[in-house]
Nanobody
Framework: QVQLVESGGGLVQPGGSLRLSCVAS????????VAWFRQAPGKQRDLVASLTRTGTTDYADSVKGRFTISRDNAKNTMYLQMNSLKPEDTAVYSC???????????WGQGTQVTVSS
């Protein structure tokens, strides 16, 4: 079956950086678009960034210029580079593999990102 395994979360100070990774198995990774979502305590899950098979990216306004989504099809891996982190970026981040629209398809288990001094 399809599995998505995330890594790279943790505690970081404001202004710091983290890179999240998500490795996919059990399917042909290059057939899918990829996305990252996040959910803060007591809030709904929101789309952070998406990247289509053809390379089109889309970002939430709150992360534009700070976060970068990318993928390496040879490694079946997607990434989220997060720079200039803010306390409001604190959330559980989940990777998503989809065909038609972000939020469909397959999900990772989530990784906690905490931005605090």
């Amino acid at each position: 079956q399809v599995q998505l395994v995330e890594s790279g979360g943790g505690l970081v100070q404001p202004g710091g950086s983290l890179r999240l990774s998500c490795v996919a198995s059990g399917t042909i990774f290059s057939f899918y678009a990829v996305a990252w979502f996040r959910q803060a305590p007591g809030k709904q899950r929101d789309l952070v960034a998406s990247l289509t098979r053809t390379g089109t990216t889309d970002y939430a306004d709150s992360v534009k210029g700070r976060f970068t989504i990318s993928r390496d099809n040879a490694k079946n891996t997607m990434y989220l580079q997060m720079n200039s982190l803010k306390p409001e970026d604190t959330a559980v981040y989940s990777c998503n593999l989809y065909m038609t629209a972000p939020g469909g398809g397959y999900w990772g288990q989530g990784t906690q990102v905490t931005v605090s001094s």
